[in-house]
């Protein structure tokens, strides 16, 4: 079971990234997934997460209407396009399978930089 992440980097505020993270070793398509970040000294939080169907679409308040998470799972890849990056976006930012059976497998971390 392994979730390999790619995308991130440095942006200057209001800029725009996009992450990627691809599954391997179980059936993705059943799974929702998840986004999370973690800034220094803080905890790990929710950003996206979307069903396995995509039917479903949760976001934190604190990105909505800026992010959009998506998937594809014939490729068994799930994207969040971070749009109107704010400095307060900085963080390492995780992917997550959520479900049954529990995986308890994070993706390796990607490092999100948003600074002028």
């Known amino acids: 079971v392994q979730l390999v992440q790619s995308g991130g980097g440095s942006v200057q505020p209001g800029g725009s990234l996009r992450l990627s993270c691809t599954a391997s070793g179980f059936t993705f398509s059943a799974y929702t997934m998840r986004w999370y970040r973690q800034a220094p000294g803080n905890e790990r939080e929710l950003v996206a997460a979307?069903?396995?169907?995509?039917?479903?679409?949760d976001y934190a308040r604190a990105v909505e209407g800026r992010f959009a998470i998506s998937r594809d799972n014939a490729r068994n890849t799930v994207y969040l396009q971070m749009n109107s990056l704010k400095p307060e976006d900085t963080a390492v930012y995780y992917c997550y399978a959520a479900g049954t059976p529990n995986l308890n497998t994070w993706g390796q971390g990607t490092q999100v930089t948003v600074s002028s």
């Open positions: 979307i069903t396995s169907g995509g039917d479903r679409i």
